[in-house]
C-alpha cells in the first residue's frame, strides 16, 4: 500500500520570505512523487512531479522540490512567497505503472499555506 | 492549452434521487480518473478508465458507476444519493500508454454536488 502524509494542516510565511511544504512518503518500489495546487473552489492544478533522474525538480510558478529517498521526502519549496501562493497544498504518490500497480494517485491531507504581507 | 472540462459545475439534488457528472478529457488522453473530496478531506480515487475500458477501482459505492465513450469523455452515475455523497468530484485525465513522462494526471474543475 502507498501513503502520504503531510504532517503540517497549515504553514504561514511572510512574502518574500522562503516557503517550504512537507511531504513524506511511503510505496514499495520507486515513488512517482507529485505536488498540486488547489485554490479556493477550484481544481487540483499540477505543479511538478519526480519519476527520476535530478532530486530537485523544477516546477511552475517559481516552486522547486526536492527529492530524498533515504528521508523519504519530497519537500516542496519556493526561494520567495508571493501573497498569491496563499492556497491549499497537496503531495500525491503512485508506484510506477511498470509494477503492475493501478495508476491512481494517494493524496496527502493537504497543507494550507498562507502567505502574509 | 485545452483543460479537462466538467459539467455542470453544481448541482443540488434530493436524498435518494440520481445524478449525472460529465467529464471531457484533455484531447488525446486517453485515461479518465474519477476522485471524490469530501469537505476539508484530500481527495480519494473512485474509478478509472483506459480506452473505454475500467482499468483500476477504488472507493466508489455500489450505488454509482462509471463508463468512458467512443469519443473518451466520461460520465458518473449516482444512484440513491446520500447526504454523504455531497462532496466535490474530480475528473482527471492523463496521455497515452505507459510513457511515465506523459502519464501526469491534469484535474478538471469539478463539480460541486449537494445532496439536501
Known amino acids: 500500500a502507498q501513503s502520504v502524509a503531510q504532517p503540517e494542516d497549515q504553514v504561514n510565511v511572510a512574502e518574500g520570505n522562503p516557503l517550504t511544504v512537507k511531504c513524506t512518503y511511503s510505496?514499495?518500489?520507486?515513488?512517482?512523487l507529485f505536488w498540486y495546487v488547489q485554490y479556493p473552489n477550484r481544481g487540483l492544478q499540477f505543479l511538478l512531479k519526480?519519476?527520476?533522474?535530478?532530486?530537485l525538480v523544477k516546477g511552475s510558478y517559481g516552486f522547486e522540490a526536492e527529492f530524498n529517498k533515504s528521508q523519504t521526502s519530497f519537500h516542496l519549496k519556493k526561494p520567495s512567497a508571493l501573497v498569491s501562493d496563499s492556497a491549499l497544498y497537496f503531495c500525491a504518490v503512485r508506484v510506477p505503472i511498470s509494477s503492475g500497480s493501478a495508476r491512481q494517485l494517494t493524496f496527502g491531507s493537504g497543507t494550507q499555506l498562507t502567505v502574509l504581507p | 492549452a485545452a483543460g479537462v472540462i466538467q459539467s455542470p459545475r453544481h448541482l443540488i439534488k434530493e436524498k435518494r434521487e440520481t445524478a449525472t457528472l460529465k467529464c471531457y478529457p484533455i484531447?488525446?488522453?486517453?485515461?479518465v480518473y474519477w476522485y471524490q473530496q469530501g469537505p476539508g478531506q484530500d481527495p480519494q480515487f473512485l474509478i478509472s478508465?483506459?480506452?473505454?475500458?475500467?482499468?483500476d477501482k477504488g472507493s466508489i459505492p455500489d450505488r454509482f458507476s462509471a463508463q468512458q465513450f467512443s469519443d473518451y469523455h466520461s460520465e458518473l452515475n449516482m444512484s440513491s444519493l446520500e447526504l454523504g455523497d455531497s462532496a466535490l468530484y474530480f475528473c482527471?485525465?492523463?496521455?497515452?500508454?505507459?510513457?511515465?513522462?506523459?502519464?501526469?494526471?491534469?484535474f478538471g474543475p469539478g463539480t460541486r454536488l449537494t445532496v439536501l
Open positions: 482527471a485525465s492523463s496521455g497515452h500508454g505507459s510513457t511515465e513522462t506523459t502519464d501526469t494526471q491534469y
Open positions: 484531447p488525446r488522453h486517453d485515461t
Open positions: 478508465f483506459y480506452e473505454k475500458m475500467q482499468s
Open positions: 519526480y519519476i527520476t533522474g535530478d532530486n
Open positions: 510505496v514499495s518500489g520507486n515513488p512517482y
